[in-house]
């Protein structure tokens, strides 16, 4: 998974597979909102989008059918079509010379690919770089709900070391793809149209309905998403060498809900050493990455409506947690853009760890 090709380490050529789907297209919408430096960008797809054209920096880009010729002269490939197309191209991309950073969950828990959230472990990229002596390789973005909850709870964590996690999530239908957003789009209509909902992507209804995330049930009762949500967390934390009981203990809920793309979490959190609400909000307030929504009086607290499009996760009802006793509880609520700082805008913040390395 490593190769000595020469790299650009200013202005690269960046690949985007994946470009024409939800998170594609908000690839090329944060490169340009963040004046990402590239030389050139090229755009990848299945061949049904050969051909088609997407605006890049006020310029018509042609999208280009995927084959394995593609990464030549690549030095950054972001990837997001989906697990099986990640794990048959991305080490092509790799042996060609580019770096990779994979949106899908084909890699994540692989023990050598880094799993990065920027505002957490950032040092986890280790020798993957752009720069003559660095290596190309694959670096992993995190389970959007994982991504959100790190990103809010690490500042927590390392004040004063989480024991325990308690999470259910409320997911858009943007983490099932443009499809799944067209799916809630169009059954929205149809009830109110006083059509019957066709369910496509989703076997349930999904407008005016929630039901448990659509990811696979595993032997143990937990869907695939709770659990990836317990695993990443140990990774990006740096606790999935440690002994099973000197891990956090993480235990999580996922349920799929009738919003567009940001997603929710309710997280309750058990200390090793006490956490006052004040010290809570006061830790929050300065992670990066983080904004507090949080007005008692006015009965005014993060929604999802409030993170979409937005980069910051949004963090409100920070309170003690009155069950927990000495005050070494915290409960929480949180939101954040399920596209853009739980996928695209994570991928970019780690190529842009690359370009300063
Ligand atoms: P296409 O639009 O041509 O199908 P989403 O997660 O929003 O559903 O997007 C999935 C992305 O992955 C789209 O850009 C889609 O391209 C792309 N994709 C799906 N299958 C392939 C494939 N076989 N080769 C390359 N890209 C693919």
């Known amino acids: 998974m490593t190769t000595a090709n020469p790299r650009r380490s200013t202005h690269p050529h960046v690949a985007v597979v994946g470009a024409t789907g939800a998170v594609g297209v908000e690839f090329l919408q944060v490169l340009e909102q963040r004046n990402f430096p590239l ?24 999208v280009e059918a995927l084959t394995d010729k593609s990464f030549d002269g690549i030095d950054i490939a972001l990837f997001s079509a989906g697990g099986s197309i990640s794990k048959q191209y991305g080490p092509l991309a790799v042996a060609a010379g580019a770096i990779v950073v994979d949106n899908s969950s084909a890699f ?9 959230v920027p505002e957490v472990n950032p040092e986890h990229i280790g020798n993957i770089g752009l720069k003559p002596g660095q290596k190309a390789g694959i670096i992993a973005n995190p389970n959007c709900s994982t991504i959100l909850m790190v990103t809010a709870m690490t500042a927590l964590h390392r004040a004063a070391g989480i024991k325990r996690l308690v999470i259910s999530t409320y997911q858009a239908a943007s983490g099932a ?11 929205t209509q149809d009830v109110l149209d006083g059509k019957e909902a066709k369910p496509v992507i989703f076997k349930q209804q999904y407008a005016f309905n929630l039901f448990s995330h659509n990811a696979p049930i595993m ?3 937990y869907n695939e998403e709770e659990m990836k949500m317990v695993k990443e967390t140990h990774k990006i934390w740096g606790q999935d060498s440690l002994p099973e009981a000197a891990r956090t203990q993480i235990t999580a809920t996922c349920i799929r809900v009738p919003i567009m793309r940001a997603h929710a979490e309710s997280v309750n959190a058990t200390f ?4 006052t609400e004040e010290a809570a909000k006061a830790l929050l307030a300065k992670a990066p990455g983080v904004s507090i929504i949080d007005d008692r009086e006015a009965n005014r607290f993060p929604m999802p409506l409030d993170a979409q499009h937005q980069d910051d996760i949004y963090v409100g009802r920070i309170r003690r947690d009155i069950s927990q006793p000495e005050g070494k509880g915290i409960d929480l609520f949180l939101c954040g853009d399920q596209i853009r700082k739980g996928a695209a805008l994570n991928a970019v913040q780690i190529a842009e760890l690359l370009l300063a390395k």
């Open 177 to 187: 793809g443009a499809q799944a957003m067209e799916e809630l789009r169009q059954q």
């Open 272 to 275: 090793e050493k006490p956490m």
């Open 108 to 116: 994540r828990m692989t023990a050598e690919v880094p799993l990065v």
């Open 219 to 221: 032997g143990n009762g």
């Open 39 to 62: 030389s050139s960008i090229r755009l990848l797809a299945s061949p049904r989008s050969a051909g088609k054209t997407m605006k890049f920096r006020g310029q018509d880009l042609t």
